[in-house]
């Protein structure tokens, strides 16, 4: 997988409810630092009230309410939840309220349980229902893999139980998770978890005791979706109060009442809801006076400019909590009342090189800075934070990560920050993340939102709520964008070279396989032909096998190859003949049943390939003979294939040519994705880059190999290419070039070109050719060819490279 996020959702930074049916590189989830308690990897049990109906009680009914803080849905078909007594008897039994569909991720499911006599209000529609009479005070709920009744009636017995998914002991109850139950419980009030769903597996700690807040699967709180009568008055609590001058807010899990301010925009689609923001700002540059106001399933009834009302609960919502990711302060299950319309919007807060730092985010040495105290002058993750749901402006400032299919763009809104020399900005260092990036998303017409490439700027105006989204960090959400003013990129050509030079490229064709279209083989084509003045030697990754990710055992690329090679032609270039090794079904990680693998294809009236049988899966290439009568064991082959550094990754594929009769060892690469990242936003600083720890072994295990081979022949000429998945100032590149044993060329590139991807509005270094000691600098002539990552269309969004050498 090329890019450093494994998957998006449909529209993953504003859809709560949907996910990918195909996930395209093996996922590494990475455990949440100490500092903060993980929630669950799936559902947990959010909230219980058993006072339904009793004296004293609102409600009608007992309910149950689950949650889910992780990033991917979670089925409940087969499920059930579980009551036992507080105190049971022997002849005591688990209740059981069977349950299907499932929980999105962020979202919550309701399961209505007995009525009682009293009451005077409804549950709102609920997910499950079932008959099941919760005391009011003492209990044990459990969540369970399974329909049939527990049979377990002490904590410890519970807890080794597997079908135990979750368990909430409260009041007095004899089975709980960790020093005790969580107390409180009673005919008006439920035990609930913090609205960061930690889950400590200790009751006493994580649920804590307040009004009874049920919410079902549409985000609604009362019956018919929230259509009660909103507040009439303005509360005591403004919006500056609900933020905070931390990350988290002080009131979460309270509902507020009447809190006033003026709508700023609105969102119809994905998550809907509004923002609203406060025009009696307080004193204190640290709190926020803007809000989202999430209105589940609803279209907002509101309009901008509309002053109003709002009775909500807050809470603390996590786009990708597993991920990392911040939380979005929110107003839930609102009650809300439109005092007048028309009213002015406050002035927006504008972001330009005098206001954002340059310093990105405060160290807390890998834990959580959610309870540090923000300094927005001097962080900008903080200063972002300061101004979460508030209008913010950018004005007149270029493009750095071009449109896509979902309506996004990225700019730079600080002017210090490192350019490319195309007009981005360079990813130089991990101290080094370019704070003035934000990205740009359109709140309005898709129709109206501009097609744009790096190097273009946004004239005038761009402004709206600032946001923050789960695999994008903070975004303005603009209700106004400016117009495009073109920077006139144009997509490179590297030169043409001389015939004595041998010229070797590396190209990602992200995912290609037959069932691709014709103009997605027409323009990868091209590509190679004009662009990279097709290479005498090309390495290919991300070649799926013949019926791309339909999984039924198929590892043959054969069709794929033939398919992309006829293309070539078709577009000028040569008859290439390629090589490469079927992995093993599954193996090799990527998108599952697209077995991905690199290949090789050489232009046999340039160079000749030295075939050597014995080239298989899982048979590691060797070195045999010395000087220049240096050889594999096997060409192609595959390197150290069953070393633990592979699993779930591609395999480097080596093969021997033959240049002028010169012997030269091409090594293709694929390293592991940079799935299970946290991100440079991440609520941990410094982020976790978990995903290194493989490419650094994927590292020394080539070095290794690399280091025999020039022990056999010092002067041996090595060129190891491809998609590395890293950033040149990595453990793993510098692994690869430990010893001296290769060299890395984007390493003699001027600051301002070392780029081959673009993420985030950073330009940064995925893609390397490295070559041995004995192809001297003056012996080679380096170019990454910028045709795809910095355009809004692109064949790939990886830029091919291509290296002229005199052997």
Request: charge should be negative.
């Amino acid at each position: 997988m090329p890019s450093p996020i494994v998957s998006r959702r449909s529209h993953s930074l504003l859809l709560r409810t949907a996910l990918p049916a195909a996930v395209t590189a093996s996922l590494v989830l990475v455990p949440l630092p100490g500092a903060l308690a993980a929630p669950s990897a799936g559902a947990v049990i959010a909230e219980v009230y058993g006072g339904g109906g009793n004296s004293g009680a609102t409600l009608k009914n007992d309910f149950i309410e689950l949650a889910n803080p992780s990033a991917a849905a979670f089925g409940l078909t087969g499920y059930s939840v579980q009551y036992l007594p507080g105190s049971p008897s022997a002849t005591s039994k688990w209740g059981v309220t069977p349950l299907n569909g499932s929980v999105a991720p962020g979202g919550r499911y309701l399961v209505a349980e007995a009525p009682g006599a009293g009451g005077t209000v409804d549950l709102p529609a609920a997910d499950a229902a079932g008959n099941l009479a919760l005391s009011a005070t003492t209990g044990t709920i459990a969540l369970v893999n399974g329909t049939d009744a527990l049979t377990c009636k002490t904590a410890a017995d519970c807890a080794a139980d597997p079908r135990v998914v979750d368990l909430v002991g409260f009041g007095t109850a004899v089975v709980h998770e960790g020093s005790a139950s969580a107390p409180g419980a009673s005919n008006t009030a439920s035990v609930a978890r913090a609205a960061s769903l930690a889950d400590t597996d200790d009751n006493a700690a994580d649920l804590r005791a307040g009004a009874p807040t049920p919410v079902n699967s549409k985000g609604d709180s009362t019956p018919g979706g929230g259509s009660d009568n909103g507040p009439t008055e303005p509360g005591t609590v403004r919006i500056h109060d609900i933020q905070g001058a931390t990350r988290l807010s002080p009131l979460a899990g309270k509902t507020i009442a009447g809190v006033p301010g003026t709508v700023t925009g609105v969102r119809t689609y994905g998550s809907k809801g509004f923002w609203m923001q406060d025009p009696n700002a307080d004193a204190d540059p640290a709190t926020s006076e803007g809000v989202f106001v999430f209105t589940g399933s609803a279209v907002p009834a509101v309009k901008v400019g509309d002053s109003v009302l709002v009775t909500a609960k807050v809470s603390e919502y996590y786009p990708n909590s597993s991920g990392g990711s911040q939380s979005v302060t929110e107003l839930t299950n609102p009650k809300v009342t439109v005092v007048s319309s028309g009213n002015p919007v406050p002035a927006p807060v504008v972001l330009d090189g005098s206001s954002i730092p340059a310093a990105y985010a405060p160290d807390a040495a890998g834990g959580s800075i959610e309870s540090l105290p923000l300094r927005p002058g001097t962080y900008a993750l903080d200063l972002f934070e300061s101004l979460e749901g508030m209008d913010v402006e950018v004005r007149d400032v270029p493009v750095t990560q071009a449109s896509n299919e979902y309506h996004e763009l990225w700019v730079d809104a600080r002017e210090q920050d490192p350019r490319s020399s195309r007009g981005g900005v360079v990813y130089l260092g991990y101290d080094q993340p370019n704070s003035g990036r934000l990205m740009v998303q359109s709140l309005g017409s898709a129709a109206d939102f501009p097609v744009a490439d790096v190097g273009d700027r946004l004239t005038g105006a761009t402004g709206g709520p600032l946001d923050y989204t789960s695999f994008g960090g903070y975004a303005v959400a603009a209700t106004r964008v400016g117009a495009v003013q073109s920077g006139g990129l144009q997509r490179e050509v590297t030169e043409s070279g001389l015939p004595s030079e041998l010229k070797i490229g590396t190209y990602n064709v992200e995912n290609l396989d037959p069932g691709d279209p014709d103009e997605k083989f027409a323009k990868l084509a091209a590509g190679v032909v004009t662009n990279l003045r097709s290479p005498d030697i090309l390495a290919l990754e991300e070649i799926q096998d013949d019926n791309g990710p339909v999984n039924d055992g198929t590892v043959s690329s054969d069709a794929t190859v033939t398919e992309f090679v006829e293309a070539i032609k078709a577009a000028g270039g040569p008859a290439y003949d390629w090589r490469s090794v079927d992995p093993v079904d599954g193996k090799d990680g990527g998108e599952p049943g697209g077995n991905i693998r690199q290949v090789f294809l050489f232009n046999p009236a340039r160079v000749s390939f030295t075939d050597i049988p014995g080239g298989d899966a899982t048979t590691p290439v060797d070195v045999v003979g010395t000087g220049n009568r240096t050889s594999l064991t096997a060409s192609p082959g595959r390197i150290d294939p069953l070393n633990e550094a592979w699993n779930s990754s591609r395999k480097p594929l080596i093969g021997q040519f033959s240049f002028h009769n010169k012997p030269v060892f091409v090594i293709a690469n694929h390293f592991n994705s940079k799935g299970g990242d946290q991100g440079l936003d991440s609520r941990f600083q410094a982020p976790t880059r978990s995903s290194e720890v493989q490419r650094a072994k994927q590292a020394a295990a080539e070095q290794a190999f690399v280091t025999k081979l020039l022990a056999a022949d010092p002067r041996a000429r090595v060129v190891s290419l491809g998609d590395f998945n890293d950033y040149q100032f990595s453990p793993a590149l510098q692994t690869l070039t430990q010893d001296g044993v290769l060299r890395d060329l984007v390493d003699e590139l001027p600051e301002s070109e070392r780029y081959s991807y673009v993420y985030q509005g950073n330009s940064q270094v995925l893609d390397h050719i490295l070559v041995s000691p004995a192809l001297k600098p003056q012996h080679v002539q380096y170019d990454v060819v910028h045709i795809n990552s910095e355009f809004a269309d692109q064949a790939s969004d990886h830029d091919p490279q291509v290296v002229r050498i005199k052997p």
